[in-house]
C-alpha cells in the first residue's frame, strides 16, 4: 500500500540558507499535518491543511512557510535557517473529510543546519 | 498548552513483563490516539479511542479513557524485545493532534 512520501531524507543547509521539504500524502487523503522534533523532544505542530486550505497553525516560525498543490502534495518552506531548526521534520496525512481521523506519517526529513 | 503529558518518561521492563504507560490532557477530545516511533522514524498509529469510550483492546494493547479526569493509559501486555521505543499520546480536538513528550520504553529480553 502506498504511503506518506517525505523527500528530501536528509538534508545539510548552512545558517541563512533555504530549505523545501516536500510531503506526498497517501492518494485520496486530503488532509496533510507538518510536525517538527527535535532530538528527544516531542512532535511540535507547526501547520495543516485540509482540501489545499490552511486549516490550522502551530508553533511556525514567520520564516517558515507552507502551501498544498492542488495534487495534494505540500511543500513546506524554510528560509534564514537558525542552528534551532535542526530537526526530524514530519508530514502526515489523514483521509479528514471522510471521517478518519488517523495520521499516517512519512519517514520524515532530517534537516542539519551548519 | 493541549499537548498530552506522557507518564512514565522512561520504562524498562524484562520480556514477557507488561508494561504501563499514562496520559495527561487539558481540553476537550473528540479521540484519543496512541502512536509508537521507533528512533528517529515515523509515528505509526496504534490504537484509537473515542471520547465515549472507557475501554478499548487491540491485541497485546489495552487502552483507557477517563475523560472526567482527561486521561488515559496504554497498557502493553507481554512484552516483546521489539516493543522497544517511545510511545506517544495524541488528544485529538477534532482539528488538531498534539502529540506530549512520550513515554520511551525499553523491553529487555
Known amino acids: 500500500a502506498a504511503g506518506v512520501i517525505q523527500s528530501p531524507r536528509h538534508l545539510i543547509k548552512e545558517k541563512r540558507e533555504t530549505a523545501t521539504l516536500k510531503c506526498y500524502p497517501i492518494?485520496?487523503?486530503?488532509?496533510v499535518y507538518w510536525y517538527q522534533q527535535g532530538p528527544g523532544q516531542d512532535p511540535q505542530f507547526l501547520i495543516s491543511?485540509?482540501?489545499?486550505?490552511?486549516?490550522d497553525k502551530g508553533s511556525i516560525p514567520d520564516r517558515f512557510s507552507a502551501q498544498q498543490f492542488s495534487d495534494y502534495h505540500s511543500e513546506l518552506n524554510m528560509s534564514s535557517l537558525e542552528l534551532g531548526d535542526s530537526a526530524l521534520y514530519f508530514c502526515?496525512?489523514?483521509?479528514?473529510?471522510?471521517?478518519?481521523?488517523?495520521?499516517?506519517f512519512g519517514s520524515g526529513t532530517q534537516l542539519s543546519v551548519l | 498548552s493541549q499537548q498530552g503529558e506522557e507518564d512514565p518518561q522512561a520504562l524498562s521492563i524484562q520480556e514477557g513483563e507488561n508494561a504501563t504507560m499514562n496520559c495527561s490532557y487539558k481540553?476537550?477530545?473528540?479521540?484519543l490516539q496512541w502512536y509508537r516511533q521507533n528512533s528517529g522514524r515515523g509515528l505509526v498509529h496504534l490504537i484509537l479511542?473515542?471520547?465515549?469510550?472507557r475501554e478499548k483492546h487491540s491485541g497485546r494493547l489495552r487502552v483507557t479513557l477517563d475523560t472526567s479526569k482527561k486521561s488515559s493509559s496504554l497498557l502493553i501486555t507481554a512484552s516483546r524485545a521489539a516493543d522497544t521505543a517511545s510511545y506517544f499520546c495524541a488528544p485529538y480536538t477534532g482539528n488538531q493532534f498534539y502529540f506530549g513528550t512520550g513515554t520511551s520504553l525499553t523491553v529487555i529480553p
Open positions: 491543511f485540509y482540501e489545499k486550505m490552511q486549516s
Open positions: 481540553t476537550s477530545i473528540n479521540n
Open positions: 479511542i473515542r471520547s465515549n469510550e
Open positions: 492518494p485520496r487523503h486530503d488532509t
Open positions: 502526515a496525512s489523514s483521509p479528514r473529510g471522510q471521517g478518519h481521523e488517523k495520521l499516517f
